[in-house]
């Protein structure tokens, strides 16, 4: 087996578990994104429950700007809460829970 055909089924394997993950928050999550500013908190909630969202459909589920939207998943990644996994187009989004929790769980 080639070292691409191995890398290929490791990304995939990655993604797939990364999704899997993000789909069902624990008590614990659901109780940073009830601390985390209502914007993001509806960024997050919305990539939690379909990682391949992009910003226009974030933007239009929660009623703001495609820029607003940007700007705040550009601090949420600042932050490591957010990672783009892929590309622009055909990507997803994962959140990083840990990362979460540590700076919206009191």
Not at 35 to 47: D, F, G, M, Y
């Given at each position: 087996?080639?070292?691409?055909?191995?890398?290929?089924?490791?990304?995939?394997?990655?993604?797939?578990?990364?999704?899997?993950?993000?789909?069902?928050?624990?008590?614990?999550?659901?109780?940073?994104?009830?601390?985390?500013?209502?914007?993001?908190?509806?960024?997050?909630?919305l990539?939690?429950?379909?990682?391949?969202?992009s910003?226009?459909?974030?933007?239009?589920?929660?009623?703001?700007?495609?820029?607003?939207?940007?700007?705040?998943?550009?601090?949420?990644?600042?932050?490591?809460?957010?990672?783009?996994?892929?590309?622009?187009?055909?990507?997803?989004?994962?959140?990083?829970?840990?990362?979460?929790?540590?700076?919206?769980?009191?």
């Amino acid at each position: 087996v080639s070292v691409f055909k191995q890398d290929d089924f490791m990304l995939r394997a990655t993604l797939s578990a990364i999704a899997f993950a993000s789909k069902k928050p624990d008590e614990v999550t659901k109780n940073a994104l009830k601390n985390a500013p209502k914007t993001e908190a509806e960024i997050l909630s919305l990539i939690l429950e379909k990682p391949s969202i992009s910003l226009d459909d974030m933007a239009s589920a929660i009623q703001v700007s495609r820029r607003t939207v940007a700007n705040k998943i550009k601090a949420l990644q600042e932050q490591g809460i957010v990672i783009r996994i892929g590309p622009a187009k055909g990507g997803q989004w994962s959140v990083d829970k840990e990362h979460l929790i540590q700076i919206f769980a009191k």
